[in-house]
Nanobody, 123 residues
């Protein structure tokens, strides 16, 4: 079992920044690929970004490329999502997830999920 806890969400104006954190506990964090997903009201959960277990590969959905950066610190069992130039359409609950395989954007490939953190971007 892996337990995940997201933090760092909040209310920010358009153009602002937030950094989300996801702290993991349980099994060896460093052997897992990590992903960030989001779900806006009335919409399906969608992929945002993923990072390999040793951070040598990152993978972004097109709508966040150049604005969001995923990173991880295996010594702290934490993955981050730095979000810059935020837009109102980025408003959603953001979730982190882990999987034992490689990086992927497929929701069904992920094994464990956090409870999510709300990000609200005002115009």
């Amino acid at each position: 079992q892996v337990q995940l806890a997201e933090s760092g969400g909040g209310l920010v104006q358009a153009g602002g920044s937030l950094r989300l954190s996801c702290a993991a506990s349980g099994r060896t964090f460093s052997s897992y690929a990590m992903g960030w997903f989001r779900q806006a009201p009335g919409k399906e959960r969608e992929f945002v970004a993923a990072i390999s277990w040793n951070a040598d590969r990152t993978y972004y959905e097109d709508f966040v490329k150049g604005r969001f950066t995923i990173s991880r610190d295996n010594a702290k069992n934490t993955v981050y999502l730095q979000m810059n130039s935020l837009k109102p359409e980025d408003t959603a609950v953001y979730y982190c997830a882990v999987r034992s395989g490689g990086t992927t954007g497929r929701i069904l490939d992920y094994d464990y999920w956090g409870q999510g953190t709300q990000v609200t971007v005002s115009s």
